[in-house]
């Protein structure tokens, strides 16, 4: 555990508490960092630590805990204050200024002044210059953002953090995007701000990154503060075992099924730079997970086969008719529903009531002479959200007033009023609470076993593997395996959604 | 499934629905009481307001300004914005006036001028929908194109010229005439018409319920199977269509035509639009309440104008109306915002 | 290494960028050519002159008008500012026989004020600032109507030294072309070289991004706000110094033409990117042709539809742009897989 009055620490949180509205992100978090160390924290997604790297990042004001910084207590009331006192972040997604230089996007409101006042712009870049050196990458400092790769934005992300030459560096999942070289040599860079008393906190789920860089691993789960040990003391299963933390028999619900005749065919699905020759088959009855890390281009084949994006070549069949290129309406026609991976944004009308929402999908059918019959819609609404046990005040109420996981159900219900023959489900349990993500998962097997065609895409590998009768992996937009219930477990999957060999990493 | 017989919502939070119902209809209610405020005003400052001629000449003064009140409603609600109708307005106008010159005969030349109006609003939806390019840069560009255009055709010419017929006397009526037996204009017949025919669009049928969506939440509109750019691009089609409706009708009223019809009205339009309480960012807003403020507009602007109060002045009303229309639903929330700041400190 | 593939289409891309001024510049040298081919008289000084001072009141709003852009806001205001601006001061002239160089103070204090209005309510009351600066354009429009009450300012009252920087010229170019070129060359300095003004491009960038960075937003966008105001004032005392009079029509309907120099100069109507020096450049392109066309003898009925279709290609040629570039990031993280 963590002792607040650790005097050689560089950062003690302690019982760190956050909620939004209903959903608990955070119960306890707790962590400490100390000068020229490189710590680790893990865990699921869902896990706290996005919310906990907010916390220390000040963008996020804990409801309840302290946080101390080279002994002394700290309230951050903004990332202005963190950065004063000597924090930077490096996150997950860059977000970068696109209309500015790279050189401006690192130093942001800190450029070299010369005479006047000005900005010293051939200061700037020289110190830029610098940074990369240092990183070992050639960038030019001059030009824009906009048109970075998400590799080389990343890369200025860090350059900006080191800018600060902070003593405390926070870094977000920071090699999602990253080539082999340049995790390398990020990890140079880790090393040397080490042997300057620097504390790093790293954040990744490739695990053998973890074992290959860090001295200290912290992890969490649900929201909970769960261990800390040195890396000598842990072994890969240790990690995972304290990041699952539960029994995945107990916990998923999945009961076997025979699978019937296929629903989705999918043939050769490429589009440029996105993916590349996805075939795959999902029958009736059956749960086909489709695992890899973020970014490897999963939601982006569940677009192209719902007809969001375009795709540049390949068929997509449902039921033997080929679905035309583009056009959702035409999928929804023949019975394929798309529950998307981001809900707030694309899966809700968030200022829409319940009924709005749910009836939302199926507005045609509820309507007699065109006109929406306002009774039907709030029937269909009420019966499914008492199938789903979607917990609201009123049926008019809007969504955004609802919990994550009443959300998601919510989404499922707008789907399944339309009765589909194949759901695809992007991230089915993404920031829901423990409870409320059995319930989801007890769903889905209910339906398989209705004959539903499921296509789950998830990131949580227990997830995975407790409801998926089979697994196929996407690695940069590649099917790198295909596993069966029964072939498939946590080093086989990752070693195909890395390409690296997992159990070197051991 | 789940399938246990439960009603959850049996407990119905009564304060909680009250609390609803007055945030959806407070602001159409103000509307109300600021038009009641207005026809007081005016009766009891100028005898001849509640003559019955003043509201036949409401309709006239006002009539074709509102009718292009409502396919703005339609595309502010998606979250765009249209500035050309009163351009098309002025094209659709002098294409009327120009065919006239040059002989045709009037139901001709009105059918032509509708489907100038509807190819206008078609550029704009291909620009706007189809290119995706930001619809206030748009049609800016267009509403000086089609004001260009307008002068092109009809240069410096004011149809009927000397030597040309009239329009014919049937159609002109409307200017000076109310439908026998009422003491309405044809302007504000074929206004609520209209009105009813967009407030049944956009609250009781699916398209109505898209738009919404779509100017909430685009993305979730598109994941939800919603046809967001034909959506958009027919809605500047109609727009287009209606507005040379407009510009017919101004044309007929007046009995001539110049290039220069209904410069500058596209503010005053936009203003009508948001002053009936219709989002700017889209997706929230009814028809009730721009009817409401078109009848406000137009009463203020007849009691003004009976009160001889300067034009330059019914202007200063017209942008105070709209920056209480904005101010006070911000209002409150920005004193917390202070309050909150001073606290802090 | 990804950076090899990027960097390529990404300097492709700025360079087109910088050549967006040059592309202008070249335009209009064009127009004036063929024009000028075609009727000789156009490159006369008189004319020049002419075409100088009536697109310097233009350029300088649209300067204003580009900082309050690039910030993701829009100033509809300037046109009805301007005149506000010389309607008291043309009064102040006419009933108080304030001094010249009081004249132009007041006209800047006029509009710094409407100015400071508009960029309270905008982010003080978080009310989008197409809203407030359409109902400020009403509000101006009447208060105008109430200081002049139906009369007009005519030349008699203007002291003849306020009139000449209107028509005095310095080695042929007149004063209000280069009073505009300072401000002009100043401001398009300023926004390259402070802190400050870098804030504005990186809040109509990424707003989000801007709030972590710790930029203050409000304070920025309400100066933004204060500069267009003050350079409309300007331009009102201007206005009135070139005209020698005003009535209710003075600076009506700038604000769309106002807007559509600033987009064809290459500012970004979402905010984020474009510069002073293009904007006032698009001014002079709309003006030059406008110009052109009298001078070609094409009737000046063209003339709106040339600027409107300008503008239109203005657009999609940026919209194209910045496609391409989008392909050529697809393309180059293509690469990057594959290696």
Known sequence: MTNPADTNARLVLTNATKSFGTVRALADGSITLYPGEAHALLGENGAGKSTLVKILAGVYRPDGGELRIDGVPVEFGGPAAARAAGVSIIYQEPSLFPDLTVAENIFTGRQPLGTLRRIDRRAMHRDANEIFARLGVRLDPAQPARGLSVADQQIVEIAKALSFNSQLLVMDEPTAALTTVEVLRLFEVMRTLRSHGAAVLFISHRLEEVFASCQRVTVMRDGRFVRTAPIEELTVDDVIRSMVGRDLATLFPKTVTAAGEPVLEVEKLSTAGVFDDISLTVRRGEIVALAGLVGAGRSEVARAIFGIDRRDSGTVRVHGRTLPNGDPLAAMAAGVALVPEDRRQQGLVMAMGVDQNVALASIRRLARFGLIRRAGERALASSWSARLRIKSGRLRDAVATLSGGNQQKVVLAKWLARDPALLIIDEPTRGIDVGTKAEVHRILDELVGDGLAILMISSELPEVLGMADRVLVLREGRLTGSFSRAAADETSIMRAATGQDAGAAA | MATRARRPHDDVNTDARRARWRSAARWEVGLVVVLIGVLVFGAAESPTFVDSSTFFYLGINVGYLAIMALPMTLIVMTGEIDLSVASILGLSGSVLGLLWHHGWSIVPAVVVALLVGALGGALNGILVAKAGLPSIAVTIGTLTLFRGLAEILLGSLTVPATGDRQFPAALTNIGVAPIPGTQLSYTTVIFLVLAVVCGVVLHATPLGRAMHAIGLQPEAAQFSGIRVRRIKFWLYVVSGVVCAFAGILLTLQNSSVSYGAGTGLELNVVAIVLFGGVSIFGGRGTVVGVVLSVAIFGALQMALTQLNVQPEIQNVITGALLLISVVVPNGGEAIGRLRERIKRK | ?339
């Open chain 3, 1 to 339: 290494m990804t950076t090899d593939t990027a960097v390529r289409p990404v300097h492709r891309f700025e360079s087109l960028l910088r050549a967006r001024e040059l592309g202008i510049a070249i335009v209009i040298v064009l127009v004036v050519a063929i024009t000028a081919v075609r009727n000789a008289n156009f490159l006369a000084a008189q004319s020049v002159q002419q075409l100088l001072s009536g697109a310097a009141l233009v350029a300088l709003l649209s300067v204003g008008e580009t900082m309050v852009i690039i910030t993701r806001n829009v100033d509809l205001s300037v046109g009805s500012t301007l005149g506000l601006s010389a309607y008291v001061v043309g009064d102040l002239f006419k009933y108080q026989h304030i001094p010249v160089l009081a004249g132009f103070a007041v006209g800047i204090v006029v509009g710094a004020v409407v100015g400071a209005v508009n960029g309270l309510v905008t982010t003080v009351l978080r009310v989008p600032s197409l809203v407030v600066t359409l109902a400020m354009l009403y509000v101006i429009r009447g208060v105008d109507g109430v200081i002049v009450n139906g009369h007009t300012i005519d030349p008699s009252a203007i002291p003849r030294a306020f009139t000449e920087v209107g028509y005095r010229t310095l080695f042929g170019v007149p004063w209000l072309a280069i009073i505009v070129l300072v401000v002009v060359a100043v401001a398009g300095y300023a926004m390259r070289s402070f802190r400050a003004s870098r804030d504005l491009y990186a809040i109509g960038s990424n707003p989000e991004a801007a709030a972590l960075a710790g930029i203050p937003a409000g304070r920025r966008v309400f100066t933004a706000f204060v500069i267009s105001g003050t350079l409309a004032g300007l331009a009102g005392a201007l206005f009135l110094a070139l005209h020698a009079q005003v009535d209710n029509s003075g600076g009506l309907g700038y604000e769309l033409t106002v807007v559509a120099a600033v987009v064809v100069g290459g500012v970004a109507i979402f905010g984020g990117s474009g510069t002073v020096v293009g904007a006032a450049l698009g001014a002079l392109l709309l003006n030059t042709i406008n110009q052109a066309l009298v001078a070609s003898k094409v009737s000046s009925f063209w003339n709106m539809a040339v600027a409107g279709g300008l503008l239109l290609a203005a657009i999609a040629f940026d919209r194209w742009l910045s496609l391409r570039v989008a392909r050529g990031l697809k393309s180059a993280r293509g690469v990057h897989r594959d290696v």
